[in-house]
């Protein structure tokens, strides 16, 4: 094509030919050796994670996550080696109301920690859409300073939209952190909802995350979050927020006086104290080594984790269980009928469970 702008009374002015369309994919590409991670053997993942290998004890993770049989084989044979080596952690639990500043506290308590030469592990669980199915597993850009630490091991895992068997699934990962040698386990909830008492059943200590403004006494009774929360701090707890927070406190206070004690003998502290700005965290972590060394002075710290252990026993049996019958093929096929006849008004929905459940109980 000529242009006009070529010619020679326009002098100082020209247009060169542009380039044709390009392929949507690099036809360099096959000229590349394409990465394949490596697999390794159990003994391999075993001897690996012992000797705190970083790499290897991302991708056992990666296999407890993973919904593959052949993945949960490998999975639980690495766990069951691992086992004897694990239990030699403190296990915190975090949580609190989206916003709380649950991840900028993290990023503040570990630098706190590591300061004692400790290993730290954070486990977060972050929540995946219900429409697309995603996670933004983003917990670990709020984590700035800990995320270079040597020391420090952060990994963020998708509800999947099973909180439970995500639970399941990070009280795994624990085991195998504590064989790689953390000494201290994080555990940062999706925030305040049906996680929480998964998340209270893997952990030594519950911590609840508050901001100021919240509600009074009243609406401190009314939320069952509070009747697990081991320990409760107010975050936030500066500037000209420093009175609403001491306001807070006084609140949470006098609500926690109307609980009974708890088994542990522990009476539950309010703190106040501001994760961005750095205030108030040694208290907080302070806080949280003195009910260590309280529970394992009266024997409750070995008994909640016998307690948990059973408790993870039958929730294994139970998840179990739920996953034979749902892929049962019999049960899927009459599974629709049922359904169909629901919808219609042919059938109630209890009449329909019934029937489903007695084809599956005949079966076994």
């Not at 049922?338 to 042919?346: A, G, I």
Request: glycine fraction near 8%; proline fraction near 3%; charged fraction near 20%.
């Amino acid at each position: 094509m000529e242009h006009i702008e070529n010619d020679n009374q326009f002098q100082g002015l020209r247009v060169n030919k542009g380039i044709g369309e390009q392929p949507t994919v690099n036809p360099y590409l096959n000229n590349f050796k394409r990465f394949k991670r490596k697999s390794y053997t159990v003994a391999e993942y075993v001897d690996g994670i012992l000797k705190g290998n970083i790499s290897i004890l991302s991708q056992a993770v990666t296999l407890i996550e993973s919904s593959k049989p052949e993945h949960q084989i490998i999975a639980q044979q690495v766990i069951e080696k691992c086992l004897p080596y694990s239990g030699n952690s403190v296990r915190v639990g975090i949580t609190g109301v989206p916003g709380a500043g649950k991840s900028t506290s993290i990023d503040a308590f570990g630098m706190h920690i590591l300061k004692d030469n400790c290993k730290l592990a954070v486990l977060a669980i972050d929540p995946s859409s219900e429409v697309t199915k995603g996670s933004i597993l983003g917990d670990k850009t709020r984590m700035e300073q800990l995320a270079v630490q040597k020391n420090a091991f952060i990994r963020p895992s998708p509800s999947a939209g099973s909180l439970g068997g995500v639970a399941r699934k990070t009280r795994e990962t624990i085991v195998l952190c504590e064989a790689a040698g953390f000494d201290r386990i994080i555990v940062e909830t999706v925030g305040v909802g049906q996680s929480e008492t998964a998340v209270h059943s893997m952990v030594d200590f519950f911590l609840l995350i508050q901001l100021a403004g919240t509600g009074d006494e009243l609406q401190g009774i009314k939320r069952g979050i509070m009747e697990m929360a081991d320990g409760i701090v107010i975050n936030k707890a500066d500037g000209s927020n420093i009175e609403k927070a001491k306001l807070a406190q006084s609140h949470f206070k006098n609500a926690l006086h109307l609980f009974p004690l708890p088994e542990s003998g522990w009476q539950p502290k309010v703190l106040t104290y501001s994760g961005y700005y750095g205030i108030g965290i040694s208290e907080v972590w302070n806080m949280i080594d003195e009910y260590v060394a309280f529970v394992k002075k009266n024997e409750h710290f070995r008994h909640r984790r016998n307690e948990q252990s059973k408790f993870w026993m039958y929730e294994t049996i139970n998840e179990k269980l739920k996953s034979n019958f749902y892929n049962n093929p019999t049960i899927q096929a009459e599974l629709k009928d049922c359904e169909q006849q629901v919808l219609s008004s042919r059938m109630s929905s209890f009449i329909a469970a019934n029937k489903v459940l007695d084809t599956y109980l005949k079966q076994s």
